[in-house]
């Protein structure tokens, strides 16, 4: 591949995706473009960028994506974010929508579905404080393989031994040979969607908690800050943000704050009242007199 030929790449890459490539991924482009190059029966990664340049050939553009973006993904993967979901976020929003018994939680980077799945069962595990509520999970996702993946709910030996801890594995899956699915009633819980994070999302409407977990490293400063702010306006002044551990908001938006106390949780910042700017209001001591970690 010809300087010129990983510039072109980049450029595509940042446009469709917004993956931002460093100049020293040329060797990580080659390794994950070669098998492409053979499925489309090209005898170069040099024809593949040719065939990118031409532009029409949309299963290509969609398998290079797809090869280049990470679907890296486990059960309960870094648990601080799911004890927050359940002894931070639940516990507040329970008591902010017990009126309404409604509740509505996006997993922005779904990959093969361990994350949503890991919020499902977490709600499951609250079936007692939230008979009789609307739940509703929803997962996008970039690749549309991957989503499929998810959808099915079956998983490898390997895979649901990381981070699903065993009684969760025999309560709410099913063994099939070598196999696992977790069963339908979970599946149910759960919309599948393909979204492009760069894309206009306000059709899929509002959430009350928005995960948007390891996605924001792979974009630019401009945006980060372009989806941090979109995501504010997709969601109520009591909602959650939840990042990876290795992301922020601090410098990238005015939108949301930290929670105190609580790695990798935000919400937005609140005015005392319409028209008088950005000063914060005291907010409700959520999880009041509940453990932490």
């Known amino acids: 591949m010809t300087p010129s030929e990983f510039e072109f790449l980049k450029n595509f890459l940042k446009t469709r995706s917004g993956l931002v490539l460093s100049n020293d991924k040329q060797y990580l482009v080659e390794s994950?473009?070669?098998?492409?190059?053979?499925?489309?029966?090209?005898?170069?990664?040099?024809?593949?960028?040719?065939?990118?340049?031409?532009?029409?050939?949309?299963?290509?553009?969609?398998?290079?994506?797809?090869?280049?973006?990470?679907?890296?993904?486990?059960?309960?993967?870094?648990?601080?974010?799911?004890?927050?979901?359940?002894?931070?976020?639940?516990?507040?929003?329970?008591?902010?929508r017990g009126m309404r018994k409604q509740l509505k939680v996006w997993c922005a980077a779904a990959s093969t579905g361990q994350e949503p799945y890991s919020l499902a069962i977490c709600l499951k595990e609250q079936a007692a404080k939230i008979g009789g509520w609307r739940l509703k999970i929803l997962g996008t996702d970039l690749s549309q393989e991957v989503l499929e993946k998810a959808k099915t709910g079956l998983y490898s030996q390997f895979e649901v031994q990381r981070g699903l801890p065993i009684q969760m594995l025999l309560k709410y899956f099913e063994q099939k040979g070598d196999i696992w699915q977790i069963n339908a009633g979970m599946r149910a819980m759960i919309e599948w969607k393909k979204l492009n994070l760069l894309e206009n999302f306000n059709h899929l409407g509002e959430f009350d908690i928005i995960f948007c977990r390891n996605v924001l490293i792979y974009f630019d400063q401009a945006t980060k800050s372009d989806i941090l702010g979109r995501l504010a306006k997709s969601m109520p002044d009591d909602g959650f943000l939840v990042l990876g551990a290795a992301e922020t908001v601090v410098g990238l938006t005015d939108a949301f704050k930290p929670v105190p106390g609580k790695r990798g949780l935000f919400q937005k910042k609140q005015a005392v009242q319409a028209g008088t700017g950005t000063v914060d209001r005291p907010r409700l001591a959520v999880g009041a007199g509940i453990g932490t970690r």
């Open 32 to 96: 994950r473009l070669l098998p492409i190059a053979r499925n489309a029966k090209l005898e170069t990664l040099s024809a593949v960028i040719q065939q990118l340049q031409r532009s029409g050939n949309r299963a290509l553009e969609t398998d290079v994506i797809e090869a280049m973006t990470t679907n890296e993904s486990f059960f309960f993967r870094d648990k601080t974010p799911f004890d927050h979901f359940n002894e931070t976020m639940l516990p507040a929003l329970l008591e902010s």
